[in-house]
Each structure stands twice: as structure tokens, then as C-alpha cells.
């Protein structure tokens, strides 16, 4: 089987490449387990001193699998909890649970869960190409991996607000205008501008970034585990609902969804 998650290192910098280019890097249950995996391997490796997300292909990540998502109205609530904790939050926690940079070259779509796991990351620089989306309402749900948390810190309560609300899809020049990306370059330059980044962070103090990762952290807030927990059970509530599979009955027939309210 193809590996879904590519691993490199070069000079200090361990690069992971969500790798289902012909889905987008749509992400299945296999495919965040695999990313958290290696998240956490990165975390505990001296050798790796900063780290890069990106995806194969023409998209950084289209967020949840469809054949996935389809299932989710099916699930016990039981089974929901420990695959969006146990796997899907995995990712959040590792990335901002690492005392080490990480950053997001967002290639092009981060949708969904992929638009969560850019959020998450410490930098974000986005080629021209790059577009991002809270797209969850559009299914009749809620982000669930941190995003709900981090997006009011990072771009305003106001513009979190209308991005989670409405479901918009902005396209790079906007998100660098209202501040959820450090930089956006030509799509040529995205591989090396992420890793000149990166590789800049690494050659840096690795004690004293640590400590300034931590700090910055914990000036946001001591509930980042929290509002994962209580999103999880709002996300979870979700799942059961009508809405929610109307939401995916749509995306899959490529048709507006018709939410009922129930």
C-alpha cells in the first residue's frame, strides 16, 4: 500500500507529505492516525528540530474522506468519540503539544479537518494557490480539532465568526489579508520557502524556542484541551443528526444541501 504520510529530513527539518494526491489528501481514519504517528515520532527525535505539513499533489488537504464521512450517521457515539479523540484530535494535540516549530505549506485546498490541521500549526505560509475553509457548517457540524479554539486567537472573533458561520472558502490573498497566513508565494516557491523557514527555526535556540512556544500557549489559554473535549461532544451530536447526513448526501451527489433543522 502507497504510504499515506511521506517522511524526509533534511538538515534538522522532517517534512510530512499528506500523500492521497489522486483524493485531494482526503483524510481517512488510516491516514490521521498515520500523520499523528509520525507527529509524535518527531516530537520525541532529537534529530528533528522543526517541522513541515504539506500535501502531494494540487491540495494541502480536502478535509474528511467522503466514504468516511458517510459513515459517521451510522456510528455509536461510543465509536464517534474514540475516532475523533483517539485518532482526529490526535493531530491537534501533537502539533501544539510539541516543544518544536511546525509549519503548514498549504499547497492548495485546506478544507475541513485539512483547513484544522493548518490552523493548528505554528506558521502557515500559503502559495497563491492556496485556499482555506471551515467548511463543517456547510454538512450540518462543527469543527472539532482545535480550530474553534485557535481561529478567534488567530484572525478575530469577527472573522472567525463568518468563516465557521457561513462556510466560506477564502482564497490566499484574503487569508493573508486578515492574518491566518504568515506569507503566500508563487506556487513554484512554496517547497522552498517552507523549508527555509523551517530550517531557519531549526539552526535557532532549540531550548529558548521551546520556552517561547510554551509561553505563547499559555498566554492564549488553559482550556485548549477543554474545547476539544466539549467540540468532540458537539461534534459527536452532530453526526446523529439529520442534517448531517443531508450534508453528506449532498457533497456526495455534488448538489446544494437541503437542511431541515433536525
Given at each position: 500500500?502507497?504510504?499515506?504520510?511521506?517522511?524526509?529530513?533534511?538538515?534538522g527539518?522532517?517534512?510530512?507529505?499528506?500523500?492521497?494526491?489522486?483524493?485531494?489528501?482526503?483524510?481517512?481514519v488510516?491516514?490521521?492516525?498515520?500523520?499523528?504517528?509520525?507527529?509524535e515520532?518527531?516530537?520525541?527525535?532529537?534529530?528533528?528540530?522543526?517541522?513541515?505539513?504539506?500535501?502531494?499533489?494540487?491540495?494541502?488537504?480536502?478535509?474528511?474522506?467522503?466514504?468516511?464521512?458517510?459513515?459517521?450517521?451510522?456510528?455509536?457515539?461510543?465509536?464517534?468519540?474514540?475516532?475523533?479523540?483517539?485518532?482526529?484530535?490526535?493531530?491537534?494535540?501533537?502539533?501544539?503539544?510539541?516543544?518544536?516549530?511546525?509549519?503548514?505549506?498549504?499547497?492548495?485546498?485546506?478544507?475541513?479537518?485539512?483547513?484544522?490541521?493548518?490552523?493548528?500549526?505554528?506558521?502557515?505560509?500559503?502559495?497563491?494557490?492556496?485556499?482555506?475553509?471551515?467548511?463543517?457548517?456547510?454538512?450540518?457540524?462543527?469543527?472539532?480539532?482545535?480550530?474553534?479554539?485557535?481561529?478567534?486567537?488567530?484572525?478575530?472573533?469577527?472573522?472567525?465568526?463568518?468563516?465557521?458561520?457561513?462556510?466560506?472558502?477564502?482564497?490566499?490573498?484574503?487569508?493573508?489579508?486578515?492574518?491566518?497566513?504568515?506569507?503566500?508565494?508563487?506556487?513554484?516557491?512554496?517547497?522552498?520557502?517552507?523549508f527555509?523557514?523551517?530550517?531557519?527555526?531549526?539552526?535557532?535556540?532549540?531550548?529558548?524556542?521551546?520556552a517561547?512556544?510554551?509561553?505563547l500557549?499559555?498566554?492564549?489559554?488553559s482550556?485548549?484541551?477543554?474545547?476539544?473535549?466539549?467540540?468532540?461532544?458537539?461534534q459527536?451530536?452532530?453526526f446523529?443528526?439529520?442534517?448531517?447526513?443531508?450534508?453528506?448526501?449532498?457533497?456526495?451527489?455534488?448538489?446544494?444541501?437541503?437542511?431541515?433543522?433536525?
Amino acid at each position: 500500500m502507497t504510504d499515506l504520510v511521506l517522511v524526509e529530513q533534511s538538515e534538522g527539518v522532517r517534512t510530512l507529505t499528506l500523500n492521497r494526491p489522486d483524493a485531494l489528501n482526503a483524510l481517512t481514519v488510516p491516514a490521521m492516525a498515520a500523520l499523528a504517528d509520525h507527529l509524535e515520532e518527531a516530537a520525541a527525535d532529537p534529530a528533528a528540530r522543526a517541522v513541515v505539513i504539506t500535501g502531494a499533489g494540487n491540495a494541502f488537504s480536502a478535509g474528511g474522506d467522503l466514504a468516511f464521512l458517510q459513515e459517521l450517521p451510522t456510528m455509536p457515539p461510543a465509536r464517534i468519540r474514540e475516532v475523533v479523540y483517539g485518532t482526529f484530535q490526535r493531530v491537534p494535540r501533537a502539533i501544539r503539544s510539541m516543544d518544536k516549530p511546525v509549519v503548514a505549506a498549504v499547497n492548495g485546498a485546506a478544507v475541513g479537518a485539512g483547513c484544522e490541521i493548518a490552523v493548528a500549526c505554528d506558521f502557515r505560509i500559503a502559495s497563491e494557490r492556496g485556499r482555506f475553509g471551515e467548511v463543517w457548517i456547510n454538512l450540518g457540524c462543527v469543527p472539532a480539532l482545535g480550530g474553534m479554539f485557535l481561529l478567534p486567537r488567530i484572525v478575530g472573533l469577527a472573522k472567525a465568526t463568518e468563516l465557521v458561520m457561513t462556510g466560506e472558502i477564502i482564497d490566499a490573498a484574503e487569508a493573508l489579508r486578515i492574518g491566518l497566513v504568515n506569507r503566500v508565494v508563487a506556487p513554484q516557491d512554496l517547497p522552498r520557502a517552507a523549508f527555509d523557514l523551517a530550517r531557519r527555526l531549526a539552526r535557532g535556540p532549540a531550548l529558548a524556542l521551546a520556552a517561547a512556544k510554551v509561553a505563547l500557549n499559555r498566554g492564549l489559554d488553559s482550556t485548549f484541551l477543554a474545547e476539544l473535549q466539549a467540540t468532540l461532544e458537539q461534534q459527536a451530536a452532530c453526526f446523529a443528526t439529520r442534517d448531517f447526513a443531508e450534508g453528506v448526501e449532498a457533497l456526495a451527489g455534488k448538489r446544494p444541501p437541503r437542511f431541515t433543522g433536525s
